[in-house]
């Protein structure tokens, strides 16, 4: 109704205002919406599958038939070093490992542009959406991470020559790492490509590119002086690493990469939290 | 009773065109001016009204100018207004899809909106799996669904589909699905937008049935937007008149359609003669023009022009409510005369009740696309409507002119 006397002192459980500050993160919100997380997940998984014969087991063939292909060619063909462990089981801890991380980066990079139309309908706290890629693609991880122990299990008995570390015991905190990784940068990069979409072209085969930067196929013993610094460099490189050697009992696990590679996910973590933060209240004007 | 919802000098402004000034050196000065310097933006030109059909010179355009209004609790307020007055950038400022470029809004209570029927709908998933995604997605908690998932069903009229992929549906299921779940939100205000213009007649009857409930029977606010004034006039009691991005009425909801209707009429009679067509109302006897028809037992309205044979004509009479009353249209070809510079039609005045009533006529060619329309109507989906009007139609009593 027009023309009503202003009331002081209401309590608003809710002010619209144009800016807020950056730090706002309104986790409070994220947790009300655990529900809508969940069915995400079960909407990700249900729909991968949907009308296929073979269901599930889909997410074994792709990083089987990588497995084959580079123990064909990088190991057969190019003769790289796998520091004496079985080719298979060590492209596959690579593979498995990478695939996480790439999985979780290019779906987290594009979840502005794909999710536009939803957005643009409806609220709820976006960081929802990024979170949800993340533990559907841990899913399909801890899916894959299965093949890779059936794989260990028959190495085992036929007596190769690898053996488990205590390093095994970090394998919680590593996924943790690759997960915060990709969607630390993932989130930078869509909150960057709402106005300029230029990001978007580099990304798609920036992370394949990116795959020969990190140590998925060849071990960090095996790479040149040279280049080693370089290869280090690369976040990823210490978590691989670290998770072959608990897995396999190869690589190079120290407390400066492993140190380096958290430190590095933790600053991209909050730096893409925050760019995010800004970028989700008005990017459905300019998407 | 107190406020639910407070907007303070809401403005949001829009750019045309290309995304950005053009130019990221542009971006970037006019971000240092803003930012670092503390002036305004340079870019943005002041004083310019939004209206979609004028040519301006500025880039930057608001889609709504200084908004001040307060609405009460447990009020149903209808938004009204032409395309691009702005009532969809509001709904999407007051359910936070965008935020608004200066001003603020204070909202009590929590917000459930309904921009688009069916938001996050997945194709492969079953009904039931949509129902509970669907219901998350616009804020409810899975134990909330659970409870309801029942009545859902039911207000729904799908059961039988429910556990087939939603893909299948047709489109009317899918709709009255969508529109079940969102209707059985709880939250203390309700946004609809105009999402009532699919589903048959019957599932229309249902939704405004569930939304007068809402806000009669369970003191919930309503914020409604639609361009049918019949369904925004019978759920509403309050009406919100938005114009070129400012608010040019806030009062009762006749007052506000009569305003919106009656505006919409002066803004389009220049039209109703063009390219060789006239359209006029005519006395029987002497065939001259009048505007007032009380004193009249038998009006003609008559539609001149060459090659009309070929056309589609229909016209509709409106009352002072904006429901159609009576109509009329010829469809078949192959009765009429070739050379006939002309038709009209008998109405009958003396069914019609003293007031104000609006004549509309259109002529469409072949292919069904509209080569005039003598009064312009409100959108589209009015015009269609008004086939559903309960008024009188007549098919087949036009007359050819002499």
């Known amino acids: ?287 | 009773m107190s406020v639910a919802i407070k907007v303070e000098n809401l403005s949001k402004i829009y750019r045309l065109g290309e995304i950005g000034t053009g130019t990221i050196s542009r971006d970037l000065e006019r971000w240092v001016k803003m930012n670092v310097l503390g002036k305004d933006d340079p870019f943005l030109k002041i004083g310019e009204s939004n209206n979609r059909s004028e040519k301006g010179n500025s880039d930057l355009v608001y889609s709504l100018q200084d908004l001040n209004f307060e609405i009460q609790q447990g009020d149903a307020v209808g938004i009204i207004g032409r395309n691009g007055a702005g009532k969809s950038t509001l709904l999407k400022i007051l359910s936070r899809v965008t935020t608004p470029t200066t001003g603020k809004v204070k909202i009590k209570g929590r917000v459930a909106s309904l921009l688009e029927v069916g938001t996050g709908f997945h194709p492969e998933l079953t009904g039931r799996e949509n129902i509970y995604l669907n219901g998350a997605i616009l804020g409810m908690r899975k134990k909330e669904i659970d409870r309801k998932f029942d009545e859902i069903v039911d207000f729904s009229g799908v059961e039988r589909y429910i556990d087939t992929p939603v893909k299948r549906y047709s489109s009317g299921m899918y709709v009255r699905l969508a529109f079940a779940v969102a209707a059985h939100l709880e939250s203390e205000i309700l946004i609809v937008d105009e999402v009532l213009a699919v589903g048959d007649a019957e599932f229309q009857k249902i939704c405004l049935g569930k939304m007068g409930e809402v806000s009669k029977g369970e003191g919930r606010t309503v914020l409604f937007v639609s361009h049918n004034m019949a369904a925004v006039q019978s759920l509403c009691g309050e009406g919100i008149l938005l114009g070129c991005g400012t608010l040019e009425l806030y009062s009762e909801i006749k007052e506000v359609v009569k305003k919106y209707v009656y505006n919409e009429i002066d803004s389009s009679v220049q039209i109703s003669i063009l390219g060789g067509l006239s359209f006029s109302l005519v006395q029987l006897n002497d065939g001259s023009i009048v505007d007032d028809v009380s004193s009249i037992r038998e009006l003609h309205i008559c539609i001149k022009g060459h090659g009309l044979c070929e056309k589609t004509i229909g016209l509709t009479i409106f009352n002072e409510e904006n429901q159609g009353i009576f109509s009329a249209h010829i469809f078949d070809f192959q009765d009429r005369r070739l050379n006939s510079s002309g038709y009209y039609i008998k109405v009958p005045t003396g069914l019609l009740k003293k007031g104000n009533y609006r004549v509309e006529a259109a002529v469409d060619d072949k292919q069904n696309e509209c080569v005039l329309k003598f009064k312009k109507t409100y959108s589209d989906s009015l015009f269609l409507n008004n086939n559903n009007s309960k008024g009188l139609l007549m098919l087949s009593d036009w007359t050819h002119l002499h």
């Open chain 1, 1 to 287: 109704m027009p023309n009503t006397i202003e009331q002081l002192n209401q309590d608003w459980d809710l002010t619209i205002a144009p800016q807020s500050s950056l730090f706002t993160l309104n986790l409070k919100d994220v947790w009300r919406y655990r529900d809508l997380l969940v069915l995400f997940v079960k909407r990700d998984f249900i729909s991968f599958y949907k009308q296929t014969i073979l269901g599930p087991l889909w997410f074994f063939i792709q990083p089987l038939f990588t497995t084959i292909i580079f123990t064909f060619i990088f190991g057969n063909l190019a003769g790289i070093s796998t520091d004496g462990l079985p080719q298979p089981l060590f492209y596959m801890a690579g593979i498995t490992a990478w695939n996480y991380f790439a999985d979780c980066l290019t779906k987290t990079s594009t979840v502005f542009k794909d999710n536009a139309n939803i957005f643009g309908k409806v609220y709820f706290p976006r960081l929802i959406m990024p979170l949800s890629i993340v533990a559907s693609n841990l899913v399909r991880f801890m899916v894959q991470l299965l093949l890779f122990v059936i794989m260990i299990v028959y190495y085992a008995v036929k007596g190769a020559n690898f053996h488990i570390t205590w390093a095994i015991g970090l394998f919680p905190f590593l996924v943790l790492l690759m997960a915060l990784l990709g969607l630390g940068l993932g989130l930078i990069i869509t909150a960057l490509t709402t106005k300029y979409r230029d990001l978007a072209f580099l990304i798609t085969f920036g992370v394949q590119l990116m795959m020969y930067a990190t140590t998925v196929i060849y071990p960090l013993s095996a790479a040149p002086i040279k280049y080693k610094h370089l290869i280090e460099l690369n976040p990823m490189t210490g978590i691989i690493e670290a998770f072959r050697y608990g897995f396999l009992g190869q690589g190079e696990l120290t407390l400066q990469s492993i140190g380096y590679s958290t430190v590095f996910t933790f600053i991209s973590l909050i730096l893409g939290v925050v760019i995010f933060n800004k970028t989700e209240k008005t990017f459905v004007d300019t998407i």
